[in-house]
């Protein structure tokens, strides 16, 4: 494999031709092993434990070796996103496009859940690889065969993926009173004692954030309401 030392050999790295099966011993080392190495380091210790060095030591190889096949952080984490979004859903024939989307994205869920730094990678303007646009592929497909228009149904691809991100780390999405997160509770408390008068929504909501977070962060409440509006979208162009 030739060097890769930039866009264009990370696109040919990702890209490239499927490997033929060869005669004799499979070679000690590849781009799929890299990747694989650095999503364990992910999924056990967090993303911010990968480095190149790490992963070389694990594979137990130099640093330098894994630079054949993967061009510095950058490219290891191209591989090791392509490595971990596997492959998405296959929708069964004559499926109803709302259930098609369900479908996708209870996928994707279990996809961000086995690896909860993955959505967090995987945006940004960067290198994408084929397993990663095939999920773009199907949310497209989800909605294929409805009176929306082509971009509108990338509208709608590119709304599902922030739901699905939103409700699998929302603790990360920003301020959030209805997180599991426990330090917020008194902040919220402190707020309606000291100050009633100026949070009068909060109060009237304080004993569902005492509740705690919807099981799912809220996610099917947003898809369905999400589905009800593209359904009311196209029940107004039949």
């Known amino acids: 494999m030739p060097d890769v030392t930039d866009e264009t050999d990370l696109l040919a790295t990702l890209w490239g031709p499927r490997a033929t099966p060869r005669r004799g011993p499979k070679p000690a080392i590849s781009i799929e092993k890299i990747a694989e190495a650095a ?3 992910a999924d056990e210790e967090g993303f911010e434990a990968v480095a190149l060095q ?10 330098m070796a894994l630079y054949r096949y993967v061009a510095g952080r950058e490219g290891l984490i191209a591989a090791m996103v392509e490595a971990a979004v596997g492959v998405p859903p296959v929708f069964p ?3 109803p496009w709302r259930e098609r989307v369900d479908i996708f994205v ?7 859940r086995d690896h909860p730094w993955l959505p967090w990678v995987a945006i940004g303007d960067r290198t994408m690889g084929p397993r990663e646009v ?9 909605l294929d065969g409805t009176p929306l228009t082509d971009r509108e149904r990338l509208d709608s691809s590119y709304v599902l993926f922030g739901l699905v991100r ?3 780390s929302v603790s990360r999405a920003g301020t959030q009173l209805w997180t599991a997160d426990q330090r917020l509770r008194p ?10 008068d100026d949070f009068p929504q909060l109060a009237r909501v304080a004993s569902a954030i005492e509740a705690g977070p919807a099981q799912d962060n809220g996610l099917r409440f947003g898809v369905d309401r999400f589905l009800d509006g593209i359904q009311a979208l196209i029940d107004d162009r039949i």
């Open 106 to 112: 209870e996928a994707l869920l279990v996809t961000w």
């Open 39 to 41: 999503v364990t380091i």
């Open 54 to 63: 790490r992963v070389a030591e694990d594979l137990g190889f130099t640093k």
């Open 187 to 196: 902040v919220v408390w402190t707020a309606l004692d000291r100050r009633p």
């Open 93 to 95: 024939t004559e499926t």
């Open 166 to 168: 939103n409700a699998q």
């Open 134 to 142: 095939a999920w773009i592929e199907c949310s497209l497909a989800a």
